[in-house]
């Protein structure tokens, strides 16, 4: 998120919204829809948005020209309907007569599905007396592309026309600079009493003891009136489409611990949510409301955090990104052939070339990645029917690590902006101030990141296990390659002084002495010796980097630390469960089911649902963890968090070429004694697994429910 795309804060600001932890988010592909817990949109960050364009500005419902009192709402758990619950202040006098507050019970209800909003409001009269009901909406569209609303400034915009009204429609168009005419249509059940280019009035006769409902649509397309049957049916479908999401992939459960469970199925939801079924298969978009679009890194890392459980997630994002491989070098995209795909947008703004993530590829580590998955996946299904399909595109992208990736032939993966329209900084920490020396100074390109040689290690030895498998005869030189480049990390991003590794070389080779979090990303791929995992995972696990709610990307006292910071001081959770995957690896399991409680103790007061990052400030008894506040909630890496760490804590592993799930010296979170992961599949057979704590152990029981699955624990 480099500064001139950064989502400004502002952005999110009205009167009664103080961030994006306040909004209420639906999805459904590419169309989503954030609003206040009133269910009203108010501009700032809210809005009904398809593909990166917003169709609905201002959607504010009123009562007698004021806004009801609301009693409560959510969304519910399966992430497929908002509900806010509300009654009317005191009504004005209509015809002589007039109703007390709290006689009327209004619910407004509402999901999305097939590229339209549904919303039915139904409106109860528990009064004495028979009411007359002024009930109004004001609305807008402004068709603002994605990074405007984020806080991009434009020289020019297109065209607004005048909104059609047709009875109980009204229609909006806008003619872009990119000469594409969007439109919007807002639709009500009713012909309200009257209709404006911005206002809708209804005056209803609401008899004592009765109810009536109001539907209404908002899409892409002019629709006929909503009505309760297309309410119904439309609803069911969008039901059933999440419990197809749902059901894929293998089920984790704590079932004496409600509240550890509710988060598990809070967080498969969230990642349900987020996942567009592409035709290439399923992909897990980044975040609503900023990233709600196909990223590379952030497939990747969902999907590998997710492996375990549901390997179709894998398969689908290593399938859409091999389709978007780039062919050609060009500087504004940040493209070379080979190299794997960062981001893809679908708005006006990125038509025009205004901004370059139409389809942009500035991502140093995406491409190391992706082979690196593919070898995850590869090992974890046997499913070598999409690797060989797969196979011209992991080769094309070693050949981008090779040559491209390398600019200046030292071994290491580097990057520098080929464009100054490209983002400056292209890890994962993307920010412009994120990377840097220890006295604050910013490092002059091309610059190597410590976490990005580890993901390329992970990547080469990953093309040579495939290799083998599939009698590339390239395989022993994949291999070689992995472990120069392990030693020439080791050599030349150690600080012994500080028992650490350097966050980066600069263009001159020079150590960016900078404490990070990204060491641990390093600990996840296998790449530092027992030792030096062993000093890195100690001082990991000291007050520099841990808050009490998990890791910091920065350790405390550094240079640039700010624990407000998007990068430099903060808590990201997917940044804490690859640490703590990487722990794991080494055989710490005590500390990474200490992490997951921590990380769980802020998904608690987060409703459950983990935000992208949130403050880096240290836990303080009675205190919650303090919000980022433009962070995307919910998110695809921070939910499948806790599966990662759930894995790396159990000790789990699965080899389907051999049919075998290895437990290795398994541990439970602080106040978990049960849990339970149904139907994994491995290879051709399924099995169940329960872990319960016993006289201070974790034991597991299995059950094979089908096929030959072998389970052996150790430790």
């Known amino acids: 998120m480099d500064d001139a795309y950064s989502v400004q804060t502002t952005a999110a600001d009205n009167s009664d919204q103080d961030g994006l932890e306040t909004l209420m988010a639906l999805k459904d592909a590419d169309t989503f829809l954030v609003a206040d817990h009133w269910g009203d949109v108010k501009s700032g960050a809210d809005g009904l948005f398809e593909r990166d364009t917003r169709l609905l500005s201002r959607f504010v419902l009123t009562v007698g020209r004021a806004r009801p009192s609301r009693l409560s709402s959510g969304v519910t758990k399966d992430n497929v309907f908002f509900t806010c619950h509300s009654t009317n202040r005191p009504l004005p006098p209509m015809g002589g007569r007039s109703a007390p507050a709290g006689v009327l019970h209004l619910e407004r209800r509402r999901f999305l599905w097939d590229k339209r909003l549904f919303e039915r409001v139904r409106m109860v009269n528990h009064g004495v007396e028979d009411i007359l009901l002024p009930l109004s909406f004001e609305f807008g569209a402004d068709f603002a592309d994605i990074f405007q609303v984020r806080g991009t400034p434009r020289l020019a915009r297109g065209e607004i026309h005048a909104p059609v009204m047709d009875g109980r429609r009204v229609t909006f168009e806008y003619t872009g600079l990119d000469g594409v005419t969007r439109t919007s249509c807002l639709a009500f059940s009713e012909p309200p009493a009257r209709l404006s280019a911005n206002r809708a009035e209804f005056m209803f006769s609401l008899p004592k003891g009765k109810r009536l409902d109001l539907y209404v649509e908002c899409g892409i397309d002019v629709c006929d009136a909503p009505d309760q049957e297309r309410w119904r049916w439309n609803s069911i479908q969008a039901r059933l489409a999440m419990r197809r999401r749902m059901r894929r992939g293998a089920g984790v459960t704590a079932p004496r611990d409600p509240r550890i469970n509710d988060w598990l199925t809070q967080s498969r939801t969230d990642v349900a949510l987020l996942t567009t079924d592409l035709p290439t298969g399923p992909y897990p978009y980044a975040g609503v409301p900023w990233f709600s679009t196909p990223f590379g890194r952030d497939g990747i890392i969902t999907a590998w955090q997710m492996l375990w459980i549901d390997p179709s997630l894998a398969k689908g994002v290593l399938t859409y990104l091999a389709s978007r491989q780039a062919t050609e070098v060009d500087a504004f995209k940040d493209s070379a052939p080979g190299k794997i795909m960062h981001e893809t947008r679908g708005g006006e703004m990125s038509v025009l070339g205004e901004v370059p993530f139409g389809l942009y590829y500035g991502g140093v580590d995406t491409t190391c990645l992706f082979i690196a998955l593919a070898g995850a996946y590869a090992k974890r299904t046997n499913d070598y029917e999409t690797v060989r399909a797969l196979w011209p595109h992991l080769i094309a992208a070693a050949g981008w690590m090779s040559d491209y990736g390398d600019s200046n032939g030292d071994g290491l993966i580097d990057y520098a ?176 089911a200490m992490l997951l409680g921590e990380i769980y103790g802020a998904a608690a007061h987060f409703q459950l649902r983990l935000p992208e990052l949130f403050c880096g400030f240290i836990r303080e008894t009675g205190e919650p963890p303090i919000a980022y506040p433009v962070a995307c909630l919910p998110q695809a890496w921070a939910a499948g968090s806790v599966f990662l760490m759930l894995q790396a804590a159990l000790g789990l592993s699965i080899d389907a070429v051999e049919g075998l799930v290895e437990i290795a010296s398994p541990t439970l979170p602080p106040g978990v004694d049960r849990l339970s992961v149904t139907r994994l599949q491995v290879g051709d057979g399924v099995i169940d697994l329960n872990f319960q704590r016993l006289d201070g152990h974790v034991v597991v029981m299995p059950r094979e429910r089908g096929g030959a699955v072998s389970l052996r624990v150790t430790g």
């Not at 100074?441 to 190597?448: D, E, H, L, T």
């Not at 498998?469 to 030693?487: I, K, P």
């Open 417 to 592: 902006r080929a464009a100054d329209t490209g983002l400056s900084n292209q890890g994962w920490k993307d920010s412009e101030d994120s990377i840097f020396h220890a006295d604050g100074r910013f490092p002059k390109g091309p610059i190597a990141l410590l976490e990005v040689q580890g993901y390329a290690f992970a990547a080469w030895k990953a093309l040579a296990e495939m290799g083998v498998v599939l009698g590339d005869g390239r395989a022993l030189e994949w291999a070689a390659r992995a472990e120069a480049l392990r030693a020439l990390v080791e050599d030349r991003y150690w600080m012994e002084d500080e028992g650490f590794y350097a966050i980066a070389l600069d263009g001159d080779g020079e150590q960016c002495r900078a404490i990070a979090s990204n060491a641990g990303h390093l600990l996840f791929t296998g790449l530092p010796s027992h030792e030096r995992a062993r000093q890195v995972t100690r001082r990991m696990l000291t007050a520099e980097f841990r808050s009490g709610w998990g890791l910091r990307t920065l350790a405390k006292g550094q240079a640039r630390f700010n624990p407000m910071s998007y990068h430099n001081g903060s808590v990201w959770p997917h940044d804490t469960a690859m640490a703590a995957a990487g722990m794991a690896r080494y055989g710490e399991r005590r500390a990474v």
